[in-house]
């Protein structure tokens, strides 16, 4: 079975709309972490959110967990064409904090 | 702001050889792990490093991995005989905790064996 499956695979807006990315999860997890990759770059740490909380924010970013649904949504309030990458939920559901990444969501965001 | 370093950003190596990626965790960090990603496919986990000891592995993890903590700042990952399947981007992690606590990624080495 797939941990941290994020959807939609493709996502396309324009400059100063929201944009929403979920993911989901088949077993308990200790926290959930949302990433961002632009091309072939690093994965830069975007907000973690641990299983005991429902909502996080943190600037344009607003996270939410909904651990009955075993699930997790991240928006992006007003996009700018400097979020265009793609976003990863992680999630930390063994005893040594490792880490399993789903696909990933790409966000192309258009001026 | 602190960040993971890593180096080589792009190792190009013939199969059969070895190659010794590197890497510097975030200074006052105690746990670090090792990633890779192999073009347009998911970030897999390989190798969680705390107190000079292995504390997990992934089964990608085998006999031709090893990692290290030289001294008190590097951290590395060894492939003793590379395949053509190694190719892929390696990620470094670190962080300060275990459970709850954020990972920290370097850039990557983007490794090629040909």
């Known amino acids: 079975s797939q941990q941290g499956e994020e959807d939609p695979q493709a996502l396309s807006i324009q400059e100063g709309e929201n944009a929403t990315m979920n993911c989901s999860y088949k077993?308990?997890?200790?926290?959930l972490q949302w990433y961002r990759q632009n091309s072939g770059r690093g994965l830069v740490h975007l907000i973690l959110i641990r299983s005991n909380e429902r909502e996080k924010h943190s600037g344009r970013l607003r996270v939410t967990l909904d651990t009955s649904k075993k699930s997790s949504s991240l928006l992006i309030t007003a996009s700018r064409a400097a979020d265009t990458a793609s976003y990863f939920c992680a999630t930390d559901n063994s005893g040594y904090s490792t880490l399993t990444f789903g696909k990933g969501t790409m966000l192309l965001v258009s001026p | 702001e602190p960040e993971v370093t890593q180096t080589p950003s792009h190792q190009v190596t013939q199969m059969g050889q070895e190659v010794i990626l590197r890497c510097v965790p975030i200074s006052n960090h105690l746990y670090f792990y090792w990633y890779r990603q192999i073009l347009g496919q998911k970030v897999e986990f390989l190798v969680s490093f705390y107190n000079n000891e292995i504390s997990e592995k992934s089964e990608i993890f085998d006999d031709q991995f090893s990692v290290e903590r030289p001294d008190g700042s590097n951290f590395t990952l060894k492939i003793r005989s590379t395949k053509l399947e190694d190719s892929a981007m390696y990620f470094c992690?670190?962080?300060?905790?275990?459970?709850?606590?954020?990972?920290?990624f370097g850039p990557g080495t983007r490794l090629t064996v040909t």
């Open positions: 077993t308990s997890i200790n926290n």
């Open positions: 992690a670190s962080s300060e905790g275990a459970l709850s606590t954020e990972q920290y």
